[in-house]
């Protein structure tokens, strides 16, 4: 889980990164087979344009050199960007480049960033960090409010050769992120992320992935694309496309076209394979405009999807040769189009609910003409199970399926036309001609009308709907027969039949009347929206079960999940979970949807702990669905499972932190008032319910979560705590392990706190969590402290530090017993560092004073230099740990949890900014820089997944830039953390770990300058030091 910097927020906004000014280069003209360097240099301010600096590197390095933009430096780009020029240059992309959110400053201009005219060019990440930021959220709320907003295209590569773009990511483009075209060829996309992401109401409208238009041999390959429109648009002259292993979520697919709209457009061989659509409005289809006078024509040719996996998709084909017309138009000029050799190969999963049963359609225009279209290994369900592809005018030979023929198109939604403002007069929109938008305009006073000539817009009419289509279809259905009818009362020698016939044609009569008052009433909603979770669609039994994967994968991700020790929630009893599943398989209809609600959380995180990028997009599902049936089901009554199924909510939400559509914050507020709803904060011996020992200790468990989850959110948001000590009785966990428990046990007893159950890190977090509320309290400055008030505050953290049992202290990884987990390990690096974070939030409010010459300030700023310094050294193990060959490596709890230690060592050592003070002391400045070295080249790698992570990275390069510049700087060797002898080294520099009973005591005569070593160094000190108080 991430958070905000709060309470060192100040601190951190005083860095600055670099300062505006020369480029720096290395021209190694006389070693041909060396390339030029170039590393603009970036002025490190939003407002000012970083383009005339990069556009001065591409200068110099134009002709195959190096461009480098340096890892963690933000490029403002307010103004055009061109590469033109840049031939056989390489472009190494590790910082970033950031669009001004003033979405005027390109509206002259079709593209943001263009690589045109170039022959040879590699565009790339060698690390991986480099990305391109849109910043479109500004232009999307516009283009949403208002339409009126020409947008341009983010990146495009045109009248190109031989152009690579690889390894970064792209998010928040204004409009189409990517665009291909003006004959450009080999041009290729590699192991790239597109994703936009709306923070408001209105969506990233337009933001096709790739738009492929004029070109050959274009080549995508290992692709994410989040989006809100196209995922692949295959324009007029793509020619020789290839995308292979493509994931799409959001978008509205894999498409061909629009074509035909008004000229006669053309796409030919283009190859699809291996992609899987999340939510896609459509997996993949074609589209293109009818004919007649208003549109042109088009030639589809060799088009292939092979292996196409649909999870969720309104539909899974569709091909539509009506494209954005009704159906009078269509069926008046059908499209001229020819399609040929279109192939349509193992597709499978399943669609959504929106068309059940309908998987796919194909609406070809004229019946066994130009439209050859084969499918092969058609998998595809709907739903609600079954599934079906209608066609209409080609018969299922032809596409090789079974195939329900309809003289209907499947319902689409309808196209929106928005009441823009009009850009000129009425006759002149009737003659279609420019307009100078003058009372009256200039071409009507030519012509002589200018009592026509009118700015006001002409409100269209609504569109039919698709019910009104349908009636109009039956009766004209309803006129034949009439007609039929008539011709027999017209044969003589007929009477009984005439008779007969005169009833039926009264009959008809009849039905055309209903049909003619038969007014389209809109349904009504009936139900308000959720104040957390807004407007969402009510779910059933059917619909839970459509959601879940099968079975055997979902007690493969439950198993999977419940294994997790360090992210499992506690108060998920495994035995009774896996009872409750088996219940739920056995007769899913049954099911209650709250439940359901637990289940999907549980599948959320479950799926994720591989670290697959493609199962955090799953999850993303499983957590909406979580939420449907939270809804459905009724949550706000506080009936059974209500609590539970919003804590694990909460706890599966906080592992999609980009994705914050809900404010924690507010969602734990929520949850925290429900619980008391149902007496969870009432201990089990004062609550009036008959409460069997098991549900006195899950609902301890459950309250304990709540609890911890309110101090890390008051952490992130700078708030009070909600739970405060004097509203609730609730005892404390107790330290026992689910199999000496369950619901038919009586009673149970707590185990020795030497036996490290997963139950006992909550008891003693739970003992820790009321200090940490006073303490919170305290940093805010809600009640005025003095120096004495934070001793008190210390001696009780102290207190609860020393009680800890050895098996909960932070211990070297690296040689920890062969037999301890990663969880264990774990639990010690969590509790140390929270600990710190409260010795730091302790001091906090003295380093206010800003004086040195302050007594208070003074011992504030020491201990917390002191503090963030140990801190350090925990975190570092823990990362050399995780690299290859590490006790920790490529295990993903620790990858799961890594974000909230981050959160901790940011707020930890956000003190030591103030390392620039001149009484830094000497003697032990090169063993500090020496820390902070090896911390710095860490950091950075995980910093594109952790921001707190970059934060720190930054600060630290900061401080050690700070600390460079001096004057007065010395130089000794001291050991590297990472020595194997570190111990006693550090021992012969620091000398002996002093008690922390001085500490607590001593706290006012505690100088930076004291002789003390470590926690993390004189690990095995410490811990027999503690082993002795604990007796």
């Known amino acids: 889980m991430l958070f905000q910097s709060v309470f060192f927020a100040p601190l951190l906004l005083l ?20 390339r030029a360097t170039c590393t603009p240099k970036s002025a490190g301010s939003v407002s000012t344009d970083d383009v005339p600096a990069i556009v001065a590197a591409l200068k110099q390095c134009e002709n195959g050199g190096v461009i480098v933009f340096p890892k963690d430096t933000t490029y403002m780009i307010r103004s055009k960007l061109s590469f033109t020029g840049c031939t056989n240059c390489e472009v190494q992309l590790e910082g970033r480049l950031k669009l001004s959110d003033d979405y005027t400053f390109c509206n002259n201009s079709r593209t943001q960033i263009d690589i045109r005219g170039i022959n040879g060019l590699k565009f790339h990440s060698p690390a991986g960090t480099g990305q391109i930021d849109g910043n479109g959220q500004a232009a999307w709320d516009r283009f949403g409010s208002v339409g009126d907003l ?33 004959n450009s060829e080999r041009v290729k996309f590699l192991n790239m992320d597109l994703t936009a992401i709306s923070k408001s109401s209105y969506p990233p409208k337009n933001t096709d992935g790739f738009d492929i238009g004029a070109s050959k041999y274009t080549t995508l390959s290992n692709i994410f694309i989040q989006n809100d429109d196209d995922c692949v648009a295959f324009k007029a002259g793509c020619d020789q496309v290839t995308v292979t292993d493509i994931t799409c979520q959001g978008s509205h697919g894999l498409s061909v076209g629009s074509l035909a ?71 008046q000029h059908p499209s001229t189009a020819q399609v040929t050799e279109i192939y349509v190969k193992n597709f499978s999963g399943k669609t959504s609910t929106k068309y059940s049963p309908t998987t796919g359609h194909v609406y070809c225009p004229v019946e066994g003409k130009n439209c050859d279209i084969e499918f092969t290994n058609w998998t595809v369900k709907s739903g609600t199970g079954a599934g079906q592809v ?101 044969q003589p020698n007929h009477g009984q039949a005439a008779t007969s016939c005169d009833k039926l044609a009264a009959g008809v009569d009849r039905i055309r009347q209903a049909i003619n008052d038969t007014t389209v009433v809109a349904p009504e909603v009936d139900q308000t929206p959720d104040i957390v979770f807004g407007y969402l669609a ?31 929630v506690p108060f998920i009893h495994i035995h009774q979970f896996r009872r409750q599943c088996e219940a739920f398989w056995d007769n899913p209809e049954s099911a209650n949807l709250l439940w359901a609600s637990i289940l999907f959380s549980v599948l959320a995180v479950g799926i994720i702990i591989s670290d697959d990028r493609r199962n955090h997009h799953q999850s993303a599902t499983f957590v909406s669905m979580s939420a449907k049936c939270l809804v459905s089901g009724q949550y706000r009554t506080a009936i059974e499972f209500s609590v539970e199924a919003l804590a694990m909510h909460l706890h599966a939400r906080c592992f ?61 948001h700078g708030l009070p705590p909600v739970i405060h000590e004097d509203t609730y009785s609730m005892s404390h966990p107790t330290n026992v392990s689910d199999d000496e428990f369950d619901e038919e046990s009586n009673f149970f007893f707590s185990s020795p706190a030497t036996e490290l159950y997963t139950a006992l890190p909550c008891v003693y977090m739970s003992q820790l969590l009321p200090i940490l509320r006073r303490i919170i309290c305290h940093a805010l400055g809600f009640k005025t402290y003095n120096y004495t008030d934070a001793l008190l505050l210390k001696l009780q953290l102290e207190t609860w530090y020393r009680s800890i049992p050895t098996c909960l202290l932070v211990h070297s990884v690296r040689d920890t017993s062969l ?110 820089i020496n820390t902070l070295k090896t911390a710095a080249q860490l950091w950075p790698a995980r910093s594109c997944v952790s921001s707190y992570a970059l934060e720190s990275s930054r600060l630290l390069q900061v401080i050690l830039t700070d600390i460079y510049s001096s004057t007065s700087i010395e130089r000794p060797m001291y050991p590297n953390v990472s020595d194997s002898n570190q111990e006693s080294a550090l021992l012969q520099y620091f000398g002996t770990y002093e008690s922390r009973n001085g500490d607590v005591y001593e706290l006012d005569n505690f ?23 604990d007796t």
Request: hydrophobic content about 35%.
């Open 150 to 182: 020409k947008r341009p295209v983010m990146f495009a590569v045109e009248s190109s050769t031989d152009v690579e773009v690889n390894s970064f990511l792209m998010k928040n483009a204004q409009n189409v992120f990517v665009d291909i075209g003006s």
């Open 15 to 34: 860095v600055t990164q670099g300062v505006a000014g020369t480029l720096t280069s290395h021209d190694h003209s006389l070693a041909q087979h060396k």
């Open 819 to 928: 037999t301890n987990t990663a969880f264990t390990a774990l639990q010690g690096v969590l509790f140390q560092l929270i600990y710190n974070t409260g010795v730091a939030l302790i001091y906090r409010p003295f380093l206010d004073i800003m004086s040195l010459e302050n007594r208070y300030c003074k011992t504030a700023l020491d201990a917390s230099r002191l503090n963030a310094l140990r801190s350090i050294e925990v975190y570092i193990e823990v990362d050399q740990q995780m690299q290859r060959g590490g006790r920790l490596y490529n295990d993903p709890q620790v990858k799961a949890n890594l974000p909230v230690n981050d959160f901790f060592i940011n707020m930890i050592m956000a003190p030591l900014e103030f390392f620039g003070c001149p009484d830094l002391p000497q003697s032990k400045k090169g063993y500090i």
């Open 538 to 568: 009510k779910v059933t039994s059917q619909d839970v079960l459509a959601a879940l994967p099968s079975r055997q994968q979902s007690d493969k991700i439950v198993s999977t999940y419940l294994n997790s020790r360090h992210i499992a």
């Open 261 to 331: 709209k008004t000229n006669t457009d053309t796409v030919t061989n283009v190859y699809v394979r291996n992609a899987t659509m999340i939510g896609a409005t459509k997996a993949a289809g074609i589209k293109i405009y009818p004919g007649g006078p208003d549109h042109g024509t088009a030639v589809v040719h060799n088009v292939t999807w092979d292996g196409v996996i649909v999870d969720d998709c309104g539909a899974a084909f569709e091909f539509d040769a009506c494209y954005n017309e009704d159906e009078s138009y269509c069926e």
């Open 390 to 490: 209608l066609c209409e005018n080609i018969s299922s030979d032809v596409l090789g399926i079974t195939c329900h023929i309809t003289k209907f198109r499947v319902s689409r939604t309808p196209r929106i036309k928005r009441n823009r403002p009009a850009v000129s007069c009425s006759t002149c929109r009737a003659r279609k001609q420019k307009c100078d938008r003058q009372q009256p305009c200039g071409p009507c006073l030519k012509r002589g009308v200018e009592d026509s000539c009118h700015l006001d817009s002409t409100p269209r009419p609504p569109p039919a709907s698709l019910v009104n289509r349908g009636d109009s279809r039956v009766q004209n259905e309803l006129r034949q027969m009439q007609s039929l009818l008539q011709s027999l009362l017209s």
């Open 1007 to 1029: 100088l930076w300058n004291t002789t003390v070593t470590p926690d993390w160094v004189c690990t095995r000190i410490h811990m027999e030091r503690c082993a002795t108080d």
């Open 656 to 716: 999609h932190h980009d994705e914050r559509d809900i404010n924690l914050s507010q969602l734990h507020a929520l949850t925290v008032r429900v619980a008391q709803q149902r007496a969870y904060h009432v201990d089990g011996d004062n609550s009036l319910q008959a409460l069997t020992p098991f549900q006195v200790e899950m609902r301890r468990r459950v309250w304990y979560y709540l609890q911890y989850y309110d101090v890390l959110l008051s952490l992130e």
